[in-house]
């Protein structure tokens, strides 16, 4: 069964990644001009803006070997 877990992020959103030590953590970037990467460490129950700027985010990777060491690809560049 589909549980939503999206309360309190933006009703479009855009790519995601899962830390592959930890299920509970989970990246998602927000869509558009002004995407914004939002985080949780509760498998999706509740969630916080990661600190990025605005802007348009194309990927986020989690490093698999460094689950603390997160990738996003944003059209001004990537970031760590």
């Given at each position: ?55 348009v985010i194309f990927r986020v990777v989690i490093d698999p070997t460094d689950p603390r060491v997160v990738y996003v690809a944003r059209v ?5």
């Amino acid at each position: 069964t589909w549980e939503r877990r999206s309360s309190g992020l933006p009703a479009w959103m855009g790519p995601m990644a899962i830390d592959p030590q930890n299920s509970n953590v989970v990246y998602a970037a927000s869509g558009g001009a002004q995407g914004l990467l939002y985080k949780s460490t509760d498998a999706g129950l509740s969630w916080v803006t990661a600190g990025l700027s605005p802007q348009v985010i194309f990927r986020v990777v989690i490093d698999p070997t460094d689950p603390r060491v997160v990738y996003v690809a944003r059209v001004d560049g990537v970031y760590r």
